[in-house]
């Protein structure tokens, strides 16, 4: 996990002159809104789940999306700088707030707007919960495919904002891809409401996909109308052990084939992973003992009210993937238990964060055909490096997306991310995949996107927020002048 | 359909100026473009698919994206207006050329680059069709979801530019989800090439949207990156009559919930429709002949290798929907050519509007949900305004698009279609669900989107071209100077 200390004067209550300035700004809208003085703030609005750690800052918490535009339309024509928070559950240093800035707070907007069952969504305000969305489709036997490991605490404001992903990317794609419609509030306060409940929508540019996944800097969202999608009637889990890198991708491709739409997650956990879990944190259980180099979790959403008919299929086409991989090596849960079994594994991958502690962390995409042949010169590049460096790893690999957590001396982390950003843009992949770029990765994007790419995003910042007052300094390295 | 006349001295050629500056500009270029001189270039780049007409105009075919590019910069630092062109099978007057500009036609850019069979994507340049696209997947055993009439001319740029939709959205989703990378070139000739293979990409603000669906006017798609699909082994069609719209929606609501991901299409014809195709056109056979208010085609997707089990499985699921609506009227295809047949009517949509000239035709989505209630609406205002005017409707219902096309006295357009889109706008839809905006309906987006929105629209034009180069005129009403 990288540390990202973005102060040292940390805990210093040095802003009262900020949140006097703020009160009076929004005086006359008390009622409207709750203001936290930066020094009775607290840990909460100051430093995000990666511990990256900002400066005290008074917290501005609106009560309605309306007053959200408010504050910061008063905040904005007062050349304030704000950030905006979620349920601060990032991992690159996006939320904590920075000297000077004001944080502008989703969490009392937490009201679910309603839920259209036959149209299939649900309009909800930013400060609502992940977890939240999720149990109100399911009241409504329907479904929201998004899910992470921060499901309790995240916000959708959150989750919109940075393009979250997850574990079942592969059949129902990136938040992105659940968000029908969107408003939110530009730096001088204008409203943006385009709450559109439709799939298809040509009308104009679609001005929605600016704001989802640029992290608080173009906006801040306060409303979506997210897409709902049937529940599935059943989950069945499997795991199949895999001799080689090569075999797992044969049985992407093979399971992909066979199982069409309702392979939901294939999800891949190598040894070191495995190993790190059951044995280092003792978590969960092996179902091979050590003995599969990679194993592979397999989802699969059901529909069928024959559950008997379905099963049988899953289990066939599983069966003559294992077949054809040479493999004996497959479980199929039989009951929730089991999935549940299946899945605590793979889920640790949060506490495996937490314990490597200040070990570097990657989150990058590989295009698939790549995997081995890039992997392959990582590992010769770290060999190099340092020899015999520990590292885990595991990804969504049904999408590309890995995540590679390495025991670096801290002396060679930057030249470790420098090979491994350098081989990972030579083969088109992505050096985020799925926690976006916040502060902890602006330097690497300032160094391995073209210029010409950032240049556009620079453009496209100052027609949005010409003044830089909005989440300053995340994604982008500002050019604006202090 | 509507007649857009750009201008009424047609064939006319009045610009040997602008095609000797183009030819001087491009001297040194001479064996990377093909230039047709604008008095030559013919009606093929000069009128879309829709019979809006524009102007005679040079014509710019670059060989290679690279071309292409230094062809943008070159004209574009002369402060010459451009139109990209692609297929030219638009239907809402964007390709056709205004007065003074140059057309960039994308003709000659028709190379697949490569196939990545393990990763399951294929990158093209943008003048290949998307028939093309569709049988180079299959050949590797994979699916290229995106589906239109046009699909054996229709380029790939212009499917992008124009987030191209069709019959499989419900499942797989707009242009916009089948795009993993994209190359695009600004109006000065800068560059911009993402050509990620990635399904998880959150480096940065996400560039590639913003030239999604914004109709050439941001700039030039040269390359792209599409995600492929597993190939279904079968597919299952099938009809259902159902006596009233309420019908229709627990219809929707049902089969989703019986076959989740696996139903792919869910297309609605009225009465109407049926009648006029079958009738009118002669075309086609009703197989309820006459006695279905509604007719719902339905495509089911299909997996499993044992097709017997899977097709008793999807007829079981159809009888419980048909048991539970009370209707007697199914049909499911037990052949390829009974499925052609099924599909024959629906796919006469392109021979409708040809036949019915220069009516009225609306391209509008609208929640599920209000999707009865709007359409009561909008026949009372049609039956105050004009009674008795005959209409046409059908549409991709999954999606709450809707096709509805009137013979309306032309001296009521205006008024009906004020009315129209008053009430699509006031119940969240939108007045171009699909087709997207051009010169067609760029008045009706200027009069229904709120002023905030097209203002940010103009900000996002003006920091991407702010000499209003590229496709002047298309979307927005142009607020350049002359």
């Known amino acids: 996990m990288n540390m990202t200390k973005l102060s040292d004067e940390v805990g210093v209550g040095r802003l009262p002159d900020a949140t006097n300035e703020v009160r009076r700004l929004l005086a006359d809208l008390e009622s409207e ?173 679609d001005l929605k996909q600016l704001f989802i ?59 070191d992973f495995v190993a790190f879990v059951t044995g280092d944190l003792g978590l969960g259980r092996d179902p091979f003992a050590g003995a599969a180099p990679f194993q592979i979790l397999i989802e699969v959403s059901c529909f069928d009210p024959d559950e008997e008919r379905e099963r049988s299929r899953v289990e066939e086409s599983l069966a003559q993937v294992a077949e054809t991989l040479g493999s004996e090596q497959v479980v199929v849960a039989q009951s929730l238990k089991d999935a549940e079994d299946l899945w605590r594994v793979r889920d640790s991958s949060g506490e495996v964060a937490r314990a490597m502690g200040d070990y570097l962390s990657f989150d990058i995409s590989i295009p698939t055909s790549q995997l081995q042949a890039v992997l392959g010169r990582i590992e010769v590049e770290l060999e190099r490096l340092s020899p015999g460096m520990r590292k885990v790893t595991y990804g969504h690999l049904g999408d590309g997306n890995l995540h590679l957590l390495l025991a670096c001396p801290s002396e060679l982390a930057a030249a470790v991310e420098d090979r491994v950003y350098q081989l990972v843009t030579e083969a088109q992949g992505s050096l985020s995949a799925e926690h976006g770029i916040g502060m902890a990765k602006r330097e690497a994007l300032a160094r391995w996107l073209p210029p010409a790419e950032l240049a556009v995003m620079n453009r496209i910042k100052r027609a949005l927020d010409p003044n830089g007052l909005l989440s300053r300094g995340r994604v982008l390295v500002s050019d604006f002048p202090e």
Chains 1, 2 share one sequence.
Not at 46 to 74: F, I, N, Q
Not at 151 to 166: P, Y
Not at 243 to 266: E, N, Y
Request: aromatic share 4%; with cysteine; hydrophobic share 40%.
């Open 33 to 205: 809104v709750s203001i936290l003085d930066a020094d009775q703030a607290g840990p909460r609005y100051c430093r995000d789940w990666d511990d990256s750690v900002g400066d005290p800052a008074p917290v501005v918490r609106p009560r309605t999306p309306e007053a959200l535009a408010r504050v910061v339309g008063r905040l904005g024509a007062a050349g304030l700088r704000m950030v905006p928070q979620g349920g601060m559950t990032g991992l690159v240093a996006g939320g904590a707030p920075q000297r000077g800035e004001v944080v502008v707070s989703t969490e009392l907007l937490d009201v679910i707007e309603g839920v259209d069952v036959f149209n299939g969504t649900m309009r909800v305000q930013a400060g609502v919960t992940l977890q939240a969305v999720q149990e109100e489709a399911q009241r409504h036997g329907l479904f929201y495919p998004v899910d992470l490991g921060s499901r309790g605490s995240c916000h959708m404001g959150g989750n919109i904002a940075t393009n979250a992903g997850g574990n079942r990317v592969l059949q129902y794609g990136m938040t992105r891809a659940s968000v029908l419609g969107l408003e939110a509030v530009l730096a001088d306060g204008t409203v943006l409401s385009r709450l559109g409940e439709v799939v298809k929508d040509n009308a104009g540019y």
């Open 213 to 271: 996944g640029s992290e608080g800097t173009l906006g801040v969202v306060t409303r979506a109308v997210l897409r709902l999608q049937p529940q599935p009637r059943e989950r069945i889990t499997a795991v199949l052990g895999c001799a080689s890198l090569d075999q797992v991708l044969q049985a992407l491709v093979l399971t992909r084939r066979l199982l069409g739409p309702a392979l939901t997650s294939f999800e891949v956990m190598w040894r």
